[in-house]
């Protein structure tokens, strides 16, 4: 039985549940905690969507890091604008260190790819992407995302810190829009 939730004025079912995100999660810390043993990155979660799934992560890195926020928007309902607007900026020396760049979902890869020339300006040693959902499908740049824990088909999702207009942020589970038929 599927668990439909409503946000607003549309209806949402249960696409990937709690235990499925977790175990992603773990995995792909363990994955970072290997790769960048020995160093000192510094995570950059973009806000706000990525906040639940940064926190879960972070939990699960052991190695010695620090964490900003920075804040990017190009959503607008369901639908991207195209447009990145850039609304929080960077507030940290990353120079000479290891980055990496923690994101909900890439879907487009617009606002990836505007945070990358962003950063890159900043002369970091490297920038690396960790994204929660990738959606290959819809993807329209080039990125090279080294750490992803699920790829998704292109529906609108929510939950597990992703919106609708805001609402929906506040669930273990991720969502995918039910039919409008």
Same mark, same amino acid.
């Given at each position: 039985?599927?668990?439909?939730?409503?946000?607003?004025?549309?209806?949402?079912?249960?696409?990937?549940?709690?235990?499925?995100?977790?175990?992603?999660?773990?995995?792909?810390?363990?994955?970072?905690?290997?790769?960048?043993?020995?160093?000192?990155?510094?995570?950059?979660?973009?806000?706000?969507?990525?906040?639940?799934?940064?926190?879960?992560?972070?939990?699960?890195?052991?190695?010695?890091?620090?964490?900003?926020?920075?804040?990017?928007?190009?959503?607008?309902?369901?639908?991207?604008?195209?447009?990145?607007?850039?609304?929080? %900026? $960077?507030?940290? !020396?990353?120079? +000479? /260190?290891?980055?990496?760049?923690?994101?909900?979902?890439? @879907?487009? #890869?617009?606002?990836?790819?505007?945070?990358?020339?962003?950063?890159?300006?900043?002369?970091?040693?490297?920038?690396?992407?960790?994204?929660?959902?990738?959606?290959?499908?819809?993807?329209?740049?080039?990125?090279?995302?080294?750490?992803?824990?699920?790829?998704?088909?292109?529906?609108?999702?929510?939950?597990? %810190? $992703?919106?609708? !207009?805001?609402? +929906? /942020?506040?669930?273990?589970?991720?969502?995918?829009?039910? @039919?409008? #038929?």
């Amino acid at each position: 039985m599927d668990k439909i939730i409503q946000v607003k004025d549309k209806r949402f079912a249960v696409s990937i549940p709690s235990d499925r995100i977790q175990a992603e999660v773990k995995r792909v810390a363990e994955q970072i905690n290997k790769e960048y043993e020995g160093q000192s990155p510094i995570f950059l979660a973009v806000l706000n969507g990525s906040f639940v799934f940064a926190a879960d992560l972070l939990r699960e890195i052991t190695l010695p890091c620090e964490v900003s926020f920075v804040r990017l928007a190009s959503y607008q309902g369901v639908s991207t604008t195209g447009t990145i607007r850039e609304i929080m %900026g $960077l507030n940290l !020396d990353i120079t +000479g /260190r290891p980055i990496i760049i923690v994101e909900d979902i890439v @879907d487009t #890869g617009l606002t990836m790819a505007h945070m990358l020339e962003t950063l890159k300006t900043h002369n970091p040693s490297s920038i690396d992407i960790c994204t929660l959902l990738l959606k290959p499908g819809k993807l329209q740049v080039d990125l090279d995302i080294r750490y992803c824990c699920l790829q998704i088909p292109n529906d609108f999702i929510v939950g597990y %810190g $992703l919106d609708y !207009d805001g609402f +929906g /942020r506040n669930t273990k589970d991720i969502y995918t829009l039910c @039919d409008e #038929g």
